[in-house]
């Protein structure tokens, strides 16, 4: 038996020397044992031979270095044989660590997620008390933790309280920062950490009140805060009144009969309900109500995944309106119609024709927008023609009170809002069409058709007949 | 009225806050108090620094500026007609606690939350100046998380966006209509309008490509909302719609699912029972799988009886049991999209599955070692020592994995 002795229960430098040493000597996993000493620098129990120079070295993925710094922290009496174990298998087996399911591999990993485990409860669980010493405020805790993590979670308080003068004391050892160095000191005990602190009684009052006794669920507690840290947890000492006392306090809230409801407010909240409900067949006589009404609008399903009903924009003494098919994913958020990318193609287009934006009122067929959630997204769905007929309502209040000498519909679904037929747009585009009270109306197709069209040529010269149609309505205006 | 001692008001405005199961303190800029007057830090995993014996996380400071409020929502122990004792903290009074508790590592940071009190806006206008004193005037760099008055002035919720992790505004019931009936002056059309305008400010506060100068912060840590399960009468599969829906239009990191719960003076139109924890969890569960396993909502309702999940087993498992014909899969050959099916197996477990099988060929103990149980995964598939043969479609094949109904507890009422 080979004996390498470490300076101390977390000296992975030792260990990793002494390890190296040991595998290049060829000492096998059974062979080889550690030991912590009182200092020293890594005697051995039979003097090993030094490697010589022209011995090849050999190394390891960092992957195992990583696993083994983590590992080495555990309580456990054989986790450096383990270790021992894993490097000398490292060398027939280089890509050994990537193998999970290998009973060394797993069981190492085990161990680092039990450390890990040990070193986030710490994060949690440790409790400052406030001092004070010659130089002021201090902060010091009494901590127990279930590894030796210590060193390991000291910088993160660094991180968190670099401002306070604080110890966290255990009986591995104590780390302290003094506002400007980390050190770490000998083990401690509980005697010399601060026995109270006055907030404390605050800290248990909201513990207390921030309970519901209503859904007592003490294993879910116990699995995520084991008993084992309980008793240096000031907030834990009433876990066992609180759990006695929630049947009771459960039983009394059900008990309770409820109020007598308050007629005044009961008054109020009927009017406010009977003002929001929406009625059938409510003609609007200007483009504000028409906007509170298409908010209430219940004639078809489509409000329910909406974020709101998007009314038309645009002067109420425009000759020419647009009608588009419905509003998208940007249009429904911002409660303003053509403002996503279809929307920008179109300006466009109206430029190009000479059309001032600010002139047309611009509207859509369907005034929600008909969508399928697909993860973080929305994809656009086309909509029913029984939707778009339900809608028609709010279009035909638009015309009533915009009174429009042209109307532009983009693509199939605002044709046939606008129509009330099924119209092949490609067929009927660019002739104007007779609407009865006056208003001629004019097919084209939908910006976002120009989007899809994966060609640039074909791009352009779509574009160009959009542009054609704008200008050929402009010209009946 | 008589001045109420701090503990007082921490006991009433704790107690009015704890019906929102929000408590997350992840996700948010990683962030240290290096070179800072005060402190604070924010490491990318939430801390829960405690739990209470309902099995919940207490890893922030929640609390109610007030529990003064002028909505009636049944639902609510807060609402106007409702008897609880009232208080109001002041701006200080909370920014005190927060740092005294968070010197003594209690907490992650603030939750704060507010009865509306006057306005929308002057309630918002409070709740981001305790935000604000904690940030410019302690530099505290620790979590906040500010609840979204729905109808406060947009303005105001940039201002929010700029000093807190996260924002919220809740939803609370699946259903509109129910939302009408139980919370007449709520309206779910201006809170979803919140919902978007958080996630278009959020947007915009992303860094282009191109940007010279970064714009301003916006909640870092995005939006959650929660629903309140069994107090409106809406099946499973409605609340799973309603979640996609809002995962979709908004960008929400969380919907929070909150049993509906006794409450102290409660109102007589909601149902008086034990909270519905089991139907919880499953909802949960169901919650998982649409953001992180590939299902959708209607899919996940496949399996539903009446729209209500199966409280006896998981989603998954449940999912699985009905489509039996798309097993058993090989472990070592199906894609990752295809074993995030298997029952029993999760995300860890079928990553581990993948990167291991380039080295192994897998057997079933292998697999047994890479996941939490291997009996509920046995039936669904292959390795290279075991196939199931008739087990996938065996009759009892859910009386053999789903562990026999164990003896209802006794109910408490």
């Not at chain 1, 009977?274 to 006589?285: I, L, T």
């Not at chain 1, 197709?445 to 040529?457: K, M, N």
């Not at chain 2, 929308?120 to 305790?130: I, S």
Request: charged share 30%.
């Amino acid at each position: 038996m080979r004996v390498a002795v470490l300076d101390g229960e977390t000296d992975f430098d030792g260990w990793r020397t002494a390890a190296r040493a040991l595998r290049m000597a060829g000492v096998p996993p059974g062979q080889a044992a550690f030991r912590i000493g009182s200092g020293g620098d890594g005697l051995f129990d039979e003097s090993l031979p030094l490697p010589a120079a022209d011995q090849a070295s050999f190394s390891v993925p960092k992957s195992f270095i990583d696993l083994a710094r983590d590992v080495i922290l555990h309580r456990s009496e054989d986790r450096l044989d383990l270790l021992y174990r894993l490097l000398c298998r490292l060398g027939d087996e280089p890509e050994l660590m990537k193998v999970v399911t290998d009973a060394d591999v797993a069981e190492a990993f085990e161990r680092a997620k039990n450390v890990s485990r040990a070193s986030h409860k710490m994060k949690a669980f440790v409790r400052f008390r406030q001092a004070a010493d010659d130089n002021g405020e201090r902060w010091v805790a009494w901590f127990e933790p279930a590894h030796r993590v210590l060193e390991k979670t000291a910088p993160f308080f660094v991180r968190r309280f670099p401002t306070m003068r604080w110890s966290v004391l255990t009986p591995d050892g104590c780390a302290a920062w003094d506002g400007e160095t980390l050190s770490f000191e000998p083990p401690a005990t509980r005697d010399m950490a601060p026995a109270e602190d006055e907030v404390e009684d605050f800290w248990k009052t909201y513990y207390a009140s921030t309970f519901n006794p209503a859904r007592l669920k003490t294993k879910a507690m116990q699995s995520e805060m084991p008993k084992r840290y309980w008793k240096n947890l000031p907030e834990a000492a009433l876990i066992p009144e609180l759990v006695a006392q929630a049947a009771v306090r459960t039983e009394a809230m059900v008990a309770t009969p409820a109020p007598e409801p308050n007629a005044r407010l009961a008054k109020t909240l009927s009017r406010i309900n009977r003002d929001r409900a929406f009625e059938e067949g409510f003609k609007p006589s200007n483009l504000t109500e028409l906007d509170q009404a298409v908010q209430a609008c219940r004639r078809c399903p489509l409000w329910r995944d909406a974020t709101q009903g998007v009314c038309g924009e645009g002067p109420r003494s425009a000759r020419l309106m647009i009608v588009g098919e419905q509003p998208g994913d940007q249009e429904d958020l911002a409660g303003r119609p053509f403002v996503g990318p279809a929307g920008q193609v179109l300006d466009a287009a109206l430029a190009e024709a000479g059309i001032e934006r600010e002139d047309v009122f611009v509207t859509n067929a369907v005034k929600h927008f008909k969508h399928e959630p697909q993860g973080k997204r929305r994809l656009h769905k086309t909509p029913t023609a029984g939707e778009v007929s339900a809608c028609r309502w709010w279009l035909d209040a638009e015309r009533r009170l915009v009174k429009p000498k042209v109307i532009v519909t983009l693509g199939g679904t605002a044709a046939l809002g606008l129509l009330g037929r099924k119209v092949a747009v490609t067929k009927e585009r660019g002739q104007a069409v007779e609407l009865g009270d006056g208003a001629k109306a004019l097919l084209t197709v939908h910006p976002s058709y120009l989007l899809r069209i994966p060609d640039e040529a074909g791009k352009t010269a779509e574009r160009e007949r959009f542009v054609k149609d704008l200008k050929r309505a402009k010209a009946l205006l | 009225m008589a001045q109420l001692d701090l503990r007082r008001k921490l006991s009433i405005l704790a107690d009015a806050a704890k019906y929102d199961a929000s408590c997350a303190s992840s996700g948010t800029s990683k962030r240290d108090s290096f070179g800072g007057k005060g402190v604070g830090s924010t490491e990318g995993m939430g801390i829960c620094h405690a739990y209470t014996p309902d099995g919940r996380c207490v890893s922030l400071l929640k609390v109610l500026l007030t529990n003064f409020c002028i909505y009636d929502c049944a639902y609510c122990i807060n609402r106007a007609s409702s008897n609880v004792p009232r208080a109001r903290f002041a701006v200080d009074e909370v920014v005190g606690l927060t740092l005294n508790f968070y010197k003594r590592n209690y907490i992650e940071g603030l939750f704060l939350s507010s009865g509306i009190i006057r306005s929308g806006d002057y309630t918002m206008e409070q709740l981001v100046r305790v935000a604000k004193t904690l940030r410019t005037e302690h530099d505290f760099r620790g979590y906040i998380h500010l609840k979204l008055i729905p109808e406060a002035d947009p303005k105001l919720v940039e201002e929010a966006g700029l000093y807190a992790d996260r924002l919220s505004a809740n939803i609370e019931l699946p259903r509109d209509e129910a939302l009408r009936r139980l919370a007449p002056q709520k309206d779910a059309g201006v809170i979803k309008k919140a919902m978007g305008q958080v996630r278009l400010a959020a947007e915009a506060a992303k860094p282009g490509k191109r940007d010279r100068v970064k714009p301003p912060r916006f909640a870092p840590a995005g939006q959650s909302t929660q629903l309140i399960v069994g107090a409106d009468g809406s099946p499973d599969t409605e609340i799973m719609a309603r979640s996609a829906s809002l995962y979709g239009g908004y960008g929400l990191r969380r919907v929070y699912y909150s049993a509906f719960s006794p409450i102290p003076d409660s109102s007589s139109v909601l149902p008086l029972e034990k909270p519905p924890l089991m139907r919880e969890h499953r909802l949960y569960q169901a919650d998982w799988l649409m953001r992180f396993y590939g299902f959708s909502a209607p899919e996940i309702g496949e399996a539903a009886t009446n729209g209500m999940l199966d409280l006896a087993i998981d989603p998954k498992l449940a999912w699985a049991l009905n489509r039996r014909e798309l097993f058993p899969v090989d472990v070592n050959t199906a894609p990752r999209e295809v074993l995030l099916r298997v029952p029993g197996l999760g995300v860890k477990s079928v990553d581990r599955i993948l990167s291991v099988r380039r080295w192994r060929t897998l057997r079933l103990e292998d697999v047994a070692r890479l996941c939490r149980g291997v009996d509920k995964v046995r039936p669904f598939i292959v390795a290279l020592d075991w196939t199931p043969g008739g087990l996938t479609d065996a009759v009892d094949l859910r009386a053999r994995i789903a562990p026999d109904p164990k003896p209802v507890q006794m109910s408490l009422f």
